[in-house]
């Protein structure tokens, strides 16, 4: 019986069938086909209730050759998949990620549809969740690492401006000064289009789990070690401030000599509040990309003998 990928294990008994070993047998089929006991990465247990997209940028472990698209694991497509470079990224099959190698270079990663697609879905609440890690360097300070493509590729770093109907609309995670990684949203504030940012200081080089949340009354970033929020009666989430400018989500977008480099494990978008409990539950459950790791069980069981 084939109980586990690449294992086959075969019992012989000699003459009788004890009921002894009928149960060991079934034990072991099930103890083979955990996830747990295989080592294999468990992502496909969180909860995908509310989920817009996933990205998972591990196309790489799957294909032979390096990708040209991200899929959208959702199956859903609302922002199509993701449309990657092969002089830009690069992957890699020990801890697999889309990694961003050089400070400049074409598009990165670029969604196939737009924001504008997305909006008949989203609620009063969302929940962005990352997995990544980033370094610190100068080159690399106030560099988006993703975003609905409120950054024009080249363009200088330019605070957020809820005003400007050109340029802005909708969010972007981008790293700041030393070891800060700010989140940017455009939400309502007493009915007016305004900018709110929140920052949490993280590790070098490190992946990092963070998740936004935001729903009436409040803005959250939740990360590995901090958090910050912004609890404001007066602020809202209203979709249709994400449709005055539509994009595409963009990953890491260059700068003509400068540009964020690091490695994106995760990208996904709810449209609800993730609680805090299954936000630490994710983060146990960890990328989607960790090397599963096969064991090759053996058993010598003797002959006319009860196991």
């Known amino acids: 019986m084939e109980v586990a990928s690449g294992t086959l294990i075969l019992i012989h008994h000699h003459h009788h069938h004890h009921p002894q070993m009928l149960v060991l047998f079934a034990l072991l089929t099930l103890l083979l086909r955990s996830p747990h006991a295989l080592g294999a990465s468990n992502f496909h247990l969180r909860n995908h209730t509310g989920l817009l997209f996933l990205y998972a940028f591990d196309e790489a472990q799957t294909l032979s050759s390096s990708p040209t698209y991200v899929r959208d694991r959702t199956g859903r497509g609302l922002m199509g998949n993701l449309t990657t470079s092969q002089t830009t990224v690069s992957w890699s099959s020990e801890r697999q990620g889309m990694r961003i190698p050089s400070h400049s270079g074409g598009v990165r990663a670029e969604s196939q549809l737009s924001s504008a697609d997305l909006l008949s879905s989203l609620t009063t609440d969302f929940t962005i969740e990352f997995f990544f890690s980033s370094p610190f360097n100068s080159a690399s300070q106030y560099k988006l690492i993703a975003g609905f493509g409120d950054w024009p590729a080249g363009a200088p770093f330019v605070p957020c401006n809820a005003s400007d109907e050109v340029s802005e609309g909708g969010w972007r995670l981008f790293s ?63 979709p249709a401030l994400w449709s005055r400018h539509a994009a595409p989500l963009t990953i890491a977008n260059p700068h003509p000599t400068t540009g964020w480099t690091g490695t994106i494990y995760m990208i996904a978008m709810y449209n609800r509040i993730l609680p805090l409990d299954e936000v630490a539950a994710n983060v146990l459950l960890g990328p989607p990309n960790s090397v599963p790791a096969t064991f090759t069980p053996s058993l010598s069981i003797p002959e006319d003998s009860t196991t």
């Open 176 to 238: 700041g000064i030393s070891s800060n990684i700010i989140f940017d949203g455009i939400f309502s504030v007493n009915g007016v289009p305004t900018c709110r940012s929140l920052a949490v200081s993280i590790s070098t080089n490190v992946i990092q789990h963070m998740v936004i949340r935001a729903r009436s009354g409040l803005f959250s970033l939740v990360s590995h070690t901090a958090s910050q929020s912004e609890p404001n009666p007066e602020l809202q989430f209203a």
